[in-house]
């Protein structure tokens, strides 16, 4: 029988229910599963309409715990962002599968303090989201304290409807009270403050602190249980799930592709920026269940050029960043859509949290950062995505790209929709020239040689703007008769070992990084990694050395030593050093 079984039993409508579970985490937690059992019982056999036999059907009604079932969707642990996950689905549901699947979604009164929910919340009520139910187990008793509200039910109901939610107040241990509430016909997002006791059934634990995460005593727990099968042996009624409407279409996420390859002309000059709003356009026109949602940030980002020509596929966040990173996630479940989701670089740095997560929950979303680096120039180092690849780099699993031209980021977008887990894409502000063929083959984890020669001295390894930077340095350098390597990554993880060892061996071991990047976490550090095991093997680091300042682009990049005078005085520092140790 489904997975809920094994979780919390009810036979019988107002019984007692048998409150155990094959989940090591309720093992460990058996008084908040206490307070949530009535809630569990009405919602998986009575309200809900779904296949125990195919949890993954799309036609099913969609639930959201903070735990990683077959038939849970998304892994919600690190608490405060379930409800945005399931606003994910539920917009899903209502506007891009246009299907009567409904979304419930659990959640405990003390992951109410997150500000995470009340983004949800809005977001919810801003899109009409009827087809979600967010139900509020307020049993009063938090991990550590009570809860900051504990029973007082009524203000949490004020709290939703001020937030456009219709709320609704019941004793969340009355079978009876939460049959009906689930029934009745809904015009907008529905909060059911449900007042419950945490311990429930558990006479020495009832509504007491210090229990919180605490497996019951063996013999406790024995005398408990018996208890509770005695009062439920005698019911032979056994419940089933209504089915769910067949009313979802199918979809096929396979081979998302690009009509044709990249229209670029040697010569012309474009931001990794614009070029990403370019090929999401591009990509949406032949490709209906791509995705893209945004932070207010759309005309910076060029996520606007996607909205623009497929208006009902876009989603407007709002400054929310930690929102729409669960809203991304809750789209994407069930393979449903091919998802994007774009922001300045340094505004996920709020939602690593969410981006954790969603590795955890083994998601496919695709992220991208924009105004990267010092590079943006005058906007200043709040806005400039610093941290980015140490953070992305540290997810297990994620893919990260850092295109260097509109070509290649044209590229990274197609090869991201088709990239499984969690995949970054890396832009930059500035305007720079195309330095690939359109016919260019990208592969994730295969780097690019931009420049060599037959007798290069130094490998220089630069993404981005400080490829470009790279580049020039070479023409600088060859009218000195001194030939040197560069090697653009494209994906900063996987790094292309190889490539970059096979091509620093052609240099002696030379390798000088460049990037617009702290040092911490870096392009830098990925290649340092790549190489450690090598033996006469020099790196020499160049990067962002501390919190930078407002300025012109071309002065920060000289003012912090990532441009094209840089890179050319530590290729001759280096060249000078080898001929000083022989």
């Given at each position: 029988?489904?997975?809920?079984?094994?979780?919390?039993?009810?036979?019988?409508?107002?019984?007692?229910?048998?409150?155990?579970?094959?989940?090591?985490?309720?093992?460990?937690?058996?008084?908040?599963?206490?307070?949530?059992?009535?809630?569990?019982?009405?919602?998986?056999?009575?309200?809900?309409?779904?296949?125990?036999?195919?949890?993954?059907?799309?036609?099913?009604?969609?639930?959201?715990?903070s735990k990683k079932q077959q038939f849970v969707d998304v892994a919600t642990g690190s608490l405060g962002q379930g409800l945005g996950a399931a606003c994910g689905m539920a917009y899903t549901g209502k506007y891009f599968d246009k299907a009567?699947?409904?979304?419930?979604?659990?959640?405990?009164?003390?992951?109410?303090?997150?500000?995470?929910?009340?983004?949800?919340?809005?977001?919810?009520?801003?899109?009409?989201?009827?087809?979600?139910?967010?139900?509020?187990?307020?049993?009063?008793?938090?991990?550590?304290?009570?809860?900051?509200?504990?029973?007082?039910?009524?203000?949490?109901?004020?709290?939703?409807?001020?937030?456009?939610?219709?709320?609704?107040?019941?004793?969340?241990h009355s079978v009876e009270e939460l049959c009906k509430v689930l029934s009745q016909p809904r015009h907008q997002p529905l909060a059911i403050i449900a007042k419950t006791i945490k311990g429930k059934g558990i006479p020495a634990a009832e509504d007491k602190m210090g229990w919180h995460g605490k497996p019951l005593p063996k013999d406790m727990a024995e005398s408990v249980i018996k208890e509770l099968q005695n009062r439920i042996i005698s019911c032979n009624k056994r419940l089933y799930p209504a089915a769910p409407n067949e009313d979802t279409s199918p979809v096929s996420l396979r081979n998302i592709r690009m009509p044709s390859a990249p229209s670029y002309k040697p010569g012309d000059k474009i931001a990794t920026r614009k070029a990403y709003g370019m090929a999401l356009a591009k990509l949406g026109r032949y490709n209906e269940r791509v995705v893209v949602l945004d932070g207010d940030t759309k005309n910076s980002t060029f996520s606007e050029l996607f909205k623009n020509e497929h208006?009902?596929?876009?989603?407007?966040?709002?400054?929310?960043?930690?929102?729409?990173?669960?809203?991304?996630?809750?789209?994407?479940?069930?393979?449903?859509?091919?998802?994007?989701?774009?922001?300045?670089?340094?505004?996920?740095?709020?939602?690593?949290?969410?981006?954790?997560?969603?590795?955890?929950?083994?998601?496919?979303?695709?992220?991208?950062?924009?105004?990267?680096?010092?590079?943006?120039?005058?906007?200043?180092?709040?806005?400039?995505?610093?941290?980015?690849?140490?953070?992305?780099?540290?997810?297990?699993?994620?893919?990260?790209?850092?295109?260097?031209?509109?070509?290649?980021?044209?590229?990274?977008?197609?090869?991201?929709?088709?990239?499984?887990?969690?995949?970054?894409?890396?832009?930059?502000?500035?305007?720079?020239?195309?330095?690939?063929?359109?016919?260019?083959?990208f592969h994730v984890g295969q780097a690019k040689v931009a420049y060599k020669t037959n007798d290069d001295y130094v490998t220089v390894v630069g993404a981005g703007v400080t490829l470009h930077e790279a580049l020039a340095a070479a023409e600088m350098l060859k009218k000195e008769r001194i030939?040197?390597?560069?090697?653009?990554?494209?994906?900063?993880?996987?790094?292309?070992?190889?490539?970059?060892?096979?091509?620093?061996?052609?240099?002696?071991?030379?390798?000088?990084?460049?990037?617009?990047?702290?040092?911490?976490?870096?392009?830098?550090?990925?290649?340092?990694?790549?190489?450690?095991?090598?033996?006469?093997?020099?790196?020499?680091?160049?990067?962002?050395?501390?919190?930078?300042?407002?300025?012109?682009?071309?002065?920060?990049?000289?003012?912090f030593g990532i441009d094209r005078d840089a890179i050319a005085q530590a290729v001759r520092k280096m060249l000078s050093s080898s001929a000083n140790a022989k």
């Open positions: 029988m489904f997975i809920i079984l094994a979780i919390w039993i009810e036979l019988a409508a107002g019984a007692l229910v048998f409150r155990s579970s094959c989940s090591p985490r309720s093992l460990i937690h058996p008084t908040s599963c206490s307070s949530v059992a009535e809630i569990m019982s009405v919602l998986f056999f009575h309200s809900m309409k779904y296949r125990p036999e195919d949890p993954r059907n799309p036609n099913n009604d969609r639930f959201v715990l009567s699947y409904r979304v419930f979604c659990l959640l405990g009164d003390g992951e109410l303090s997150e500000g995470s929910v009340w983004e949800a919340m809005a977001f919810a009520s801003y899109y009409q989201l009827d087809n979600l139910v967010a139900i509020l187990d307020i049993n009063r008793l938090g991990q550590s304290d009570p809860t900051p509200l504990q029973h007082h039910v009524e203000k949490y109901q004020r709290r939703c409807e001020s937030f456009g939610w219709h709320a609704i107040i019941v004793d969340g208006p009902n596929r876009y989603v407007e966040c709002y400054i929310a960043e930690q929102n729409m990173v669960s809203v991304a996630i809750g789209c994407a479940v069930r393979d449903r859509n091919v998802v994007f989701a774009s922001t300045f670089a340094t505004f996920f740095t709020r939602a690593y949290d969410q981006l954790r997560m969603a590795a955890i929950s083994e998601s496919n979303i695709n992220l991208c950062g924009s105004h990267c680096g010092v590079s943006i120039g005058e906007d200043g180092p709040s806005q400039m995505g610093l941290e980015d690849l140490a953070m992305f780099r540290a997810i297990p699993a994620a893919t990260v790209f850092y295109p260097s031209d509109g070509v290649s980021t044209e590229k990274a977008v197609e090869l991201a929709a088709n990239t499984k887990g969690l995949c970054f894409i890396r832009t930059s502000r500035p305007e720079n020239n195309i330095i690939y063929n359109c016919n260019e083959d030939n040197i390597r560069v090697i653009d990554p494209f994906t900063v993880k996987p790094l292309d070992s190889k490539t970059i060892i096979d091509n620093a061996r052609a240099t002696r071991g030379r390798i000088i990084t460049v990037e617009d990047h702290y040092y911490e976490g870096g392009l830098g550090e990925a290649v340092c990694s790549a190489v450690v095991n090598e033996t006469s093997f020099t790196v020499h680091r160049l990067a962002v050395s501390q919190v930078p300042r407002s300025g012109k682009p071309h002065e920060l990049l000289r003012i």
